[in-house]
């Protein structure tokens, strides 16, 4: 077997090999998206995208509807105290104030959403990377079998 034989293989090794990584993390990115969305409506989030509808309700299943909806919780939370310092102006929690339980219950739902918003972020960049190897995978298999039919001759 000559070098350019053997150096054909090998690059159509590593294209398969590409190809399928790429595929995995195509998979993968799709399966947390499904994820992700299908647990938002579990939980019923919603917001309202129209100022002129307030009362016309959206599902939050992208990072565009969950950043929106955690904007518009944070600010409802800085309304009852701009910080979580001064919401206990120099004193301790009080699981026993509703103030205090709203505000922890609105920075909960509001961390939620944010890290949703970077799921959906890193979904996005998964599924870039695979199509990626997937293109760069393809590219390799035509090298290598241009390589291979070079090397025939």
Do not use: C
């Amino acid at each position: 077997m000559n070098f350019n034989r053997g150096l054909s293989i090998l690059i159509m090794i590593l294209a398969l090999l590409a190809i399928a990584l790429g595929g995995v993390f195509i998979g993968e990115g799709i399966a947390k998206n499904n994820l992700i969305v299908e647990r938002m409506k579990v939980e019923k989030v919603t917001v309202a995208l129209d100022p002129n509808n307030p009362t016309v309700f959206t599902p939050v299943n992208d990072a565009r509807d969950a950043q929106a909806a955690a904007d518009v919780i944070a600010s409802h939370r800085r309304a009852i105290a701009p910080t979580y310092q001064d919401l206990l102006a120099g004193g301790r929690f009080d699981a026993t104030n509703p103030t205090h339980l709203t505000y922890a219950q609105a920075m909960n739902l509001e961390n939620y959403l944010y890290m949703a918003v970077t799921a959906f972020g890193l979904i996005q960049v998964t599924l870039a990377a695979g199509v990626f190897m997937v293109v760069t995978g393809l590219a390799l298999g035509g090298g290598g079998m241009a390589l291979w039919r070079l090397s025939r001759a």
